[in-house]
Every structure is written in structure tokens, then in C-alpha cells.
């Protein structure tokens, strides 16, 4: 396996990646290299700017240079010596319709300049295409992927086999298992460049998702033409774990500044918010001043520097398990994110399976889109099929959640079972759980488990998350078998959602109910003991 998993977070993983010119850290950004035109040698792009692999495009070296990556080497060519990977043309496919070489050319070229990563001669679908010419790129990529193992010659280079169909996620899904039956060692989604244009990162999520649902999760999968940092943590999360920039280049031709927050424009800047080695010594005042050739190659370092410092933001994410947290934090700097990363719902149960389940760092919970994370799809799963509870529990007392954690130990919880024993001198029978944003109910014998004590959260929660703990009372409730039930309403009201659906619960399955307020525990909570002691069931 030319592939390792080192750590994961999510579907984002990093991990380490065999070439023959040495192994690379995933998730990892390539700069695109123009073999004509490099504002930034591919020597200063390692050296200076600590990329280990960057990516050019076979079909540009061999229209333009024929036989002298050849006969040099393409690393030497390049003065590179880290891994190259190469793309083959498809991309000029997509922009002009055709290119002057076919498959069998592309890849013995790719294999005599000794490239370390390459591409097959994929036909990119594209994004304004009808679901049948969609079917025709799938069906001629799928061909021509098959077909690679009677060309190649050589075993040390690194094969991408690309997924296409577009927005046509069945054909996606499609392509992306036909393709994973095939012996490649990476994997691409190809034509995401429209849709990112776009700003469609919702269709791009659809896209990305029904490829990994696809194809074999142990291969690395390479997102074509994502070079925005805004994206990479999104990218990253759903499983990518291979980018490449020319955004870098290209936006600096056009005076855009990239940020992980999004683009400026060179003119509009007042301060630059960046503390590279370029912008610390400058003002986009006097940037604006420099002649265009210095002021691309301003742009073009800073953009590179940009790119390179968010993706290790996004790997120390991974690292410290937080990359759910920092996925939220990026969403919030565009609409079309966040909409993208409310689709994450529709895809939580399958994220849920391929994600670390404990972690070494406890989770911070801010409002009703951590639902989705996989601690929570993973708590709510365990709870509602394995958790039985104790046999000897006819009634069950619900406290809110409290400051302390785990919750049992809190002052709050303590007077309640100090009360419960001094009324009826026995605890047995009684059941103490706790209604908590966002797990839902968590009994109070499992209150220590992970993560239900290793987190933070926003008190009080917002609508949507009060409403899934209603829900999930509502739930366990109705699974169990209690005699009655005691809610105690929480010091801010939260709780009264809570309250009126486990109320109509109880009503429903005809089991006692009764309510109290926190602040009224010590003078009610005895009266409704006292009541179940004479009648042996609860005010209904
Ligand atoms: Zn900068």
C-alpha cells in the first residue's frame, strides 16, 4: 500500500503517501506549476514555501517541450526534486473540447519524464451537460481506466483514476465504483471547478460524499482544481485528501487577495490580515505602486503563503480532534458554505461510521449544527439501541443539565436524592437522569462516559437543539417502561419544550407526570414523594 493513515478527524485523515520521490504528508496542497510560466520557481515553492509535491500538466509539457523533459528527467527539468505529479490534458478537454493526443501518448509520455503521480486521459463532464453526454464522459473515462493496464510499463509510478459525472450523482456513484474496482492507487473527483466557481459547495458536497460512499475508503482521493484555502478545511472534512492550486497564481493576476476567510481586491485592502513574510513588510498601499510583474509576484507569494498556512491549520485540527469545530468556524465567512454544511445532515450516519468515535480533546457544542457531528449521531445510535434501563426503575427523575460535570456529582443533583431518601428511605425505583443539549437524556450511571462530560455548550441552547432534546426525552420516554415520571424544570425555562412534550408522552402512554421548578425543589419535590408514598402513583 503506497497509502497510511496516521490520524483521523471526521472523514479528514492525514496520512502518508509513497512515491518514488519520497513520501508526502496528507491532506496536501500542489501548487500548479506552468511549465512555461512559473512566477515562483518550483526550487523557492519547497525551499521557501515548504511544499513537498507540486503538479504540472503533462499535455503543456509535451505540446510545448516535447522530447526535453524526456530526455532530462522531469524533475530536473523542473529543478524539483520533490514528487510531481501530472495531470494529462483533461482539463484542457473541458476548456477547448479536444486536445491533440490521445490516452496511450498521454501515458507512455507521463511514464519516459518519470513523473511520481499520474493522470489517465479522463473526460471531464463538466457542469452544462445533459444527464446523457454525462453517461458518455463516465462510460469513455471508465474505458480508458481499464485500458490503462495493457499501456503502462512502468510499477513505480502512482495512478490517478478519475470520477466523473458532474452534478448526475447516480452516474457519480457510478463511476466512482466501477473505478474503485480498478487498480489504482488515488482516486479523483473530477469537474468540481464550475461548481466551485459557482459557489455550488453544496452540489460539491453531494459530489465529494457519493464518490467516498463509493469508492475504497483506504485510497486517497485528490479534489481537482480546489485551490481556495476557504475550502480546504470543508474539502478536507468530507475525506479529500489531495488539492491543487493554481488559484494562487491566477487570482494574483487579477490583484485578488486570497484569505482562509475568502478574496479581496488588492484595492479595496486598507491592512493586509496576514502575517507572511510579505505582507509583514508591506502596506497594499504600496503594493498597489509596484510595477504589474512585482506586484503578481507580491500576490502570488502571499496567495501561496496563505494556502500553505491554512492547511496546516487544518491538519493541526485533525491532530488536536477538532476539525468539526474549525469546519464551523470557516463555514460562517460565506452563506454558501454554511448551506453546504447543513447537507452534511442528509450524510451523518455514514460520517458517523468512518469517525474516530473517542478522542483525546473534549468537544465544544455552539449551537443546533453540531447536531450532526458524529459524536452526537454516534451517542444517539448507541443510546436508542443498546441502553436498557435498570430493572428495579419504575420512576424516572429528569434533571436539567448543570454547570458541574459529570452531572451527577453536582450540589443540585445530591439534594434530590438526599430528599427522595429522607421521604421514602430507599433511592431504589427511582431512575436519575438528565435532559442535556445536545446529548438528549443521559442517565445518570453513564454520566462519565465520553464525551457526555468532556464537553462545553451555549446555555441556554437554541430552539432547534432544545427542540431535538424535547424529541429525545419524548423517545426514551416511550421506549421504557416507567410508572411515572418527575421533571424538574431548569433556573432558565429552557426546559419548558422539554417539559410540555414529555408531559404529552406521559399523557399518552397514561403514566404519571409531575413538574417542578429547580428553585423549587426542596418544599415540592417532597409533597409529590409524599403523594406516591399514600397512592403508589404520581399525580397525573
Ligand atoms: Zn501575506
Not at 489504482?184 to 452540489?203: C, K, N, Q, W
Not at 490583484?255 to 478574496?263: A, K, S
Not at 463555514?331 to 461510521?353: D, G, N
Not at 439534594?415 to 421514602?424: F, M, P, S, T
Request: proline share 6%; charged share 25%.
Amino acid at each position: 500500500m503506497s497509502f497510511e493513515i496516521r490520524e483521523k478527524d471526521l472523514l479528514g485523515r492525514i496520512g502518508k503517501l509513497k512515491t518514488k520521490s519520497g513520501t508526502i504528508e496528507t491532506p496536501v496542497l500542489l501548487p500548479v506549476v506552468n511549465p512555461a510560466f512559473q512566477p515562483i520557481p518550483p526550487r523557492q515553492i519547497r525551499e521557501e514555501f515548504g511544499f513537498e509535491a507540486l503538479i504540472t500538466n503533462a499535455y503543456i509539457l509535451k505540446q510545448r517541450f516535447q522530447n526535453e523533459p524526456v530526455r532530462e528527467g522531469l524533475h530536473k527539468f523542473l529543478n524539483f526534486d520533490g514528487a510531481i505529479m501530472t495531470d494529462s490534458g483533461a482539463y484542457q478537454i473541458l476548456v477547448y473540447g479536444d486536445v491533440k493526443t490521445n490516452q496511450d501518448e498521454i501515458v507512455n509520455y507521463q511514464e519516459q519524464i518519470g513523473t511520481d503521480i499520474a493522470t489517465i486521459l479522463d473526460i471531464p463532464t463538466g457542469w452544462r451537460v445533459t444527464e446523457e453526454c454525462a453517461g458518455r464522459t463516465v462510460k469513455e473515462t471508465l474505458k480508458r481506466a481499464r485500458r490503462l493496464s495493457k499501456i503502462k510499463r512502468r510499477d513505480d509510478i502512482l495512478w490517478v483514476g478519475p470520477v466523473q459525472g458532474g452534478k448526475y450523482l447516480d452516474l457519480v456513484a457510478k463511476s466512482a465504483r466501477e473505478m474503485g474496482r480498478l487498480p489504482f492507487s488515488i482516486h479523483a473527483l473530477g469537474s468540481p471547478t464550475e461548481v466551485m466557481e459557482r459557489y455550488r459547495f453544496d452540489v460539491l458536497l453531494e459530489m465529494i460524499m457519493t464518490a467516498k460512499m463509493n469508492l475504497p475508503l483506504d485510497r486517497p482521493l485528490h479534489l481537482f482544481g480546489a485551490g481556495h484555502p476557504f475550502m480546504f478545511a470543508f474539502a478536507v472534512a468530507l475525506g479529500c485528501d489531495l488539492f491543487d492550486s493554481a488559484a494562487y497564481a491566477l487570482y494574483a493576476r487579477e490583484c485578488r487577495y486570497l484569505t482562509e476567510n475568502g478574496t479581496h481586491r488588492l484595492n479595496e485592502l486598507e491592512y493586509f490580515p496576514c502575517a507572511c513574510p510579505k505582507c509583514n513588510c508591506s502596506t497594499p498601499k504600496k503594493v498597489l505602486e509596484l510595477e504589474t510583474q512585482q506586484r503578481f509576484s507580491f500576490l502570488a507569494e502571499h496567495n501561496l503563503y496563505a494556502c500553505g498556512a491554512e492547511m496546516r491549520r487544518v491538519k493541526q485540527a485533525v491532530e488536536d480532534g477538532r476539525l468539526w469545530e474549525y469546519v464551523e468556524m470557516r463555514a460562517l465567512s460565506h452563506p454558501a458554505l454554511l448551506q453546504a454544511l447543513k447537507k452534511v445532515s442528509k450524510y451523518k450516519e455514514f460520517i458517523e461510521e468512518n469517525s474516530p468515535s473517542t478522542k483525546h480533546s473534549g468537544l465544544f457544542f455552539f449551537d443546533s449544527l453540531s447536531l450532526m457531528r458524529p459524536e452526537i449521531v454516534h451517542y444517539e445510535k448507541t443510546f436508542s439501541q443498546r441502553y436498557t434501563k435498570p430493572g428495579d426503575a419504575d420512576t424516572l427523575v429528569l434533571l436539567p443539565q448543570t454547570e458541574m460535570k459529570p452531572f451527577h456529582k453536582s450540589i443540585q443533583c445530591k439534594q434530590v436524592e438526599k430528599i427522595i431518601r429522607q421521604q421514602l428511605r430507599k433511592v431504589n425505583g427511582f431512575h436519575v437522569c438528565f435532559y442535556a443539549a445536545p446529548f438528549g437524556v443521559i442517565p445518570n450511571e453513564i454520566d462519565e462516559v465520553y464525551p457526555v462530560s468532556q464537553h462545553e455548550t451555549v446555555v441556554p441552547p437554541d430552539s432547534e437543539t432544545v427542540r431535538y432534546v424535547a424529541a429525545q426525552v419524548a423517545n426514551y420516554v416511550n421506549r421504557t417502561n416507567y410508572r411515572g415520571v418527575i421533571l424538574v424544570n431548569d433556573p432558565l425555562n429552557w426546559g419548558k419544550t422539554v417539559l410540555s412534550s414529555c408531559r404529552d408522552t406521559c399523557r399518552t402512554k397514561k403514566i404519571g407526570f409531575a413538574a417542578l421548578d429547580v428553585e423549587k425543589v426542596q418544599v415540592v419535590l417532597p409533597k409529590i414523594l409524599m403523594s406516591l408514598r399514600k397512592t403508589d402513583d404520581l399525580i397525573r
